[in-house]
């Protein structure tokens, strides 16, 4: 379901090219679970004044919350880290997908050698997301790139305008 | 105390507030005429119910928000009572069914049932305020005054278990229910 494959690597993604990705999206509310691989990116969300942050205790929690938000009005995005969403299957089973609730997260592939394709990385948390979205049927998109920042924009409209859960795997570092 | 005389007294309290209500208190709620308006259930995913009326408080702080939540349920997310308390929406009321067992699967006690206090976790997870009732007098008498304080408030509600067979979905239950919540709050 992947529509790029970065032939060229990145060390790090821009944290400030995404965080004006994420602005650019209308966002209200950031439901964050902290990520190693994006945690540049969080740095300056939080610091947003015109953004509201929510460290959750879980991953369930944030795509519950999500939902809440959502239902009231709300446009929020969940970012957290691969062994995160591996941890919250339920919740993205039970709620994102079956009461149909949009659901735009960024994925931090935690753990990841940018050196090697996904394919070939060492950490099962890398190696077995995109497998077990494509089981589920759930739609991801590749951020390995600061070219790749458009997808952004892709996986939120989309998550919108179809009421599923889309996930942005962030491939490398932000800084 | 029955569920379902405590489950009355909540209803006869939420006015244009939103409701969501999970297992085995959907039913009970629904026959006491507090759903389906404004109003989502959970049952798709136990221990949703906190987080799902955490996000609809953050969204509507200007409409109370009453989560029916269960004992089992509740320590399926425990750690939503950390981030409640973090974010700390003044119109969250949290009412936690404890019967100390997981009732719909067959009455198997829950972890701790007989030693277990969640208004003393709520509290030190730092909620505003949190009780605990066993009494539907007493109850009835306290609650009106506990509604008027701010939020995160948990009231943990000690029931009987009950032998209740009905069916988790009443059929007034809107087949797409988080949609049309949605417009009944956004238009």
């Not at chain 2, 959970?42 to 799902?52: E, I, Y």
């Amino acid at each position: 379901m992947s529509e790029t494959q970065t032939a060229n690597f990145a060390d790090s993604i821009p944290a400030p090219l995404l965080h004006g990705a994420v602005r650019a999206l209308g966002v209200t509310h950031i439901l964050s679970v902290p990520d190693t691989h994006q945690k540049t990116l969080l740095a300056l969300l939080m610091a947003d004044p015109e953004l509201t942050t929510i460290t959750l205790s879980t991953e369930d929690e944030a795509i519950c919350a999500n939902a809440g938000l959502w239902i009231g009005g709300a446009e929020p995005l969940v970012v957290i880290q691969n062994v995160g969403l591996f941890a919250a299957m339920n919740a993205l089973r039970g709620v994102a997908m079956d009461m149909k609730v949009p659901t735009c997260m960024l994925v931090g592939q935690f753990g990841r050698d940018v050196r090697k394709p996904v394919e070939e990385n060492a950490s099962t948390g890398v190696r077995l997301i995109e497998p077990v979205l494509q089981t589920m049927g759930v739609t991801f998109y590749r951020l390995d790139h600061e070219s790749d920042v458009g997808q952004l924009r892709k996986a939120f409209d989309e998550s919108r305008s179809e009421r599923k859960p889309v996930v942005v795997l962030i491939g490398a570092p932000t800084a | 105390m029955r569920r379902a005389e405590a489950l009355e007294l909540l209803a006869a309290q939420k006015g244009d507030g939103v409701s969501v209500a999970t297992m085995r208190a959907i039913p009970d709620w629904y026959d006491a005429g507090a759903a389906p308006r404004l109003h989502l259930d959970n049952q798709g995913c136990m221990g949703a119910a906190a987080s799902f009326g955490l996000g609809i408080a953050l969204a509507q702080p200007g409409r109370p928000v009453f989560v029916l939540d269960g004992d089992g349920s509740l320590l399926m997310q425990l750690g939503a009572l950390a981030t409640i308390a973090g974010a700390a929406p003044a119109n969250f009321y949290h009412f936690v069914l404890v019967n100390g067992v997981y009732e719909t699967s067959g009455h198997q006690p829950t972890p701790a049932s007989d030693r277990i206090d969640f208004a003393a976790m709520a509290q030190a997870a730092g909620y505003q305020a949190a009780y605990e009732f066993d009494d539907i007098a007493v109850l009835r008498e306290r609650l009106p005054s506990v509604l008027e304080q701010a939020g995160p408030v948990l009231v943990a509600l000690r029931v009987e278990a009950a032998y209740d067979r009905r069916n988790l979905a009443p059929g007034q239950r809107p087949s797409d229910q988080a949609g049309h919540l949605r417009s009944q709050l956004v238009g």
